[in-house]
């Protein structure tokens, strides 16, 4: 018996310690993994489901064949200098005003047009410096349609100046080729614009980005932009009668 009572307390103590010692790691090893693998299980669920959302999107963009095509023109996804040049061009050539000059650069980051959850170094910028010159009533037009081209776009700046320019002609008696000037002057407005032309970088999306994300195609505003950008632009004049605003420069 006292052997018993010898023995107890030492098989008591051996007894903890391997249960603290080995079996209590383990549980808690276990404890861990399990709480992991509920954590993790949720996050898959979560990707799945984002997933299913965007393939349903996916779907719904490629049956619009004609609102995906206009929004990915609109605000296309790196630089366009060639399209900015070419639709400015033919603005200017439509319009009946002469394109001095263009000039392409960089423009800062900037979320100025942006409302609603976009990041704010989203959307970049290139800016075009545009010389035109003409009549007035001409470059009212080709206001209009700079604004309303089919391609994202901000006008920074206008300044627009009146200059009086000496008017020459052919003289044959004075030899081929020779000008002459008459002493006429003619009033033409010359206009210089500083536009941001936007575009869309393609970002990297994580959790956080897509934490309120839902597959449904606002088509309210595809077909705002439709209307907006298709928009005819305003005539000169109706049975000879001048539209819009009169000419500010005209003495």
Known sequence: MRLKYIFFPVILILATAVFFGYVKPEIDSLRTMNEDYSSNLQVLQGVQSKKSAIDSLNTKISADV??????????????????????????????????????ISSAAASNALITGPVASDAIQSTQATVVVEGDYDKLKIFFHDVQHVSLFNSIVSLNITSVEKNASTADASVGQGATVTTGQTSSTIVAKLVINFGYLKLIKADDKRLSNFKPEIDSAVIQSLKGYVSGTSPKVSTTGVVMGSSNPFLP
């Open 66 to 103: 004609d609102g995906s095509a206009l929004i990915y023109g609109y605000v296309p996804k790196e630089k366009v200098e060639e399209e900015i040049i070419g639709k400015v061009n033919y603005l200017a050539a439509n319009s009946g005003v002469f394109l001095d000059n263009i000039e």
